[in-house]
């Protein structure tokens, strides 16, 4: 009785060993990943097979990259604030108004010219179709619209 | 298998069953009491738990199903483990994705 209960027991531990390592082997890359300072690029390398030295010159990149961004954010941020407060004065669209999103169109459009400008230094590191694929994902991530959908274009 | 209804042939016996008399009482609730004994006897055929612990353990005693349900349950915990692994690990992954990109562009960096 005593053995089988050993066994028995035995047996769900290696149920237990078995899951354990399988889940740990699976999930290892991402945990890495995660312990990293910046997991997105951790990500960026595994996802496009970045070698040690393509992944350091992208974190380089990234570097030089990252104030202008935040530069950007601050100028969105104040122009969304510039915008709401015209848009909250008036029921019709005011020169002010109409100066304000000509504005903002201009904004977006140095803020995207600025992030195609990052996103083709980063595609030249890669290898060559990773490159090409990475900058046709975040094309489709950050410049194509998404396709409105039936309820959107139904709603009218 | 031989049945247990009289015999059409067997005249003589049914001619006597049917003459036969008795004066003899039953005794009290003895109906109830031949249920309760046909209970009780078709109970003792019954396995018990504990019995059934018994063959379970004589049953794992041998080496081969020992080693067949040790890889059983081997089997089920590598597979669980790797369903769940890879479904953390697209989690994961979907996430980073999603902050590279509000990484990199300031419309969908999110906003305090």
């Known amino acids: ?156 | 298998m031989k049945s247990n209804q009289p015999s059409e042939n067997d005249k003589s016996l049914r001619k006597v069953l049917s003459e036969w008399r008795t004066d003899a009482a039953l005794p009290p609730r003895f109906q109830e009491q031949v249920w309760e004994r046909i209970a009780s006897a078709e109970a003792a055929h019954q396995p018990s738990l504990f019995a059934t612990v018994r063959w379970l353990a004589a049953l794992l005693m041998r080496p081969s199903v020992a080693t067949a349900y040790a890889m059983i349950l081997l089997l089920i915990g590598i597979t669980a483990g790797c369903q769940q692994g890879q479904t953390k690990s697209e989690s994961i992954k979907s996430q980073l994705q999603t902050r590279y990109v509000q990484m990199v562009d300031p419309y969908q960096t999110p906003r305090r």
């Open chain 1, 1 to 156: 009785m005593k053995r089988s209960l050993f066994i028995l027991i035995g047996g769900l531990m290696l149920a237990v060993a078995g899951f354990v390592s399988t889940y740990a082997f699976a999930t290892a890359p991402q945990r890495s990943a995660e312990h990293n300072s910046q997991p997105e690029l951790v990500w960026l390398k595994q996802q496009y097979q970045l070698s040690d030295e393509q992944y350091a010159r992208i974190c380089e990149l990234y570097a030089a990259y990252h104030p202008k961004c935040v530069e950007m954010c601050h100028e969105i941020d104040a122009q969304n604030a510039r915008l709401q407060s015209l848009l909250a004065k008036t029921n019709v669209v005011t020169p002010e108004i109409k100066s304000a999103l000509a504005d903002a169109a201009q904004l977006r459009a140095k803020c995207e010219a600025n992030m195609m400008s990052h996103f083709y230094q980063v595609s030249q590191v890669m290898p060559s179709d990773q490159g090409k694929r990475y900058l046709a994902w975040m094309q489709k991530e950050t410049l194509i619209p998404s396709p409105m959908s039936e309820n959107q274009t139904t709603t009218k």
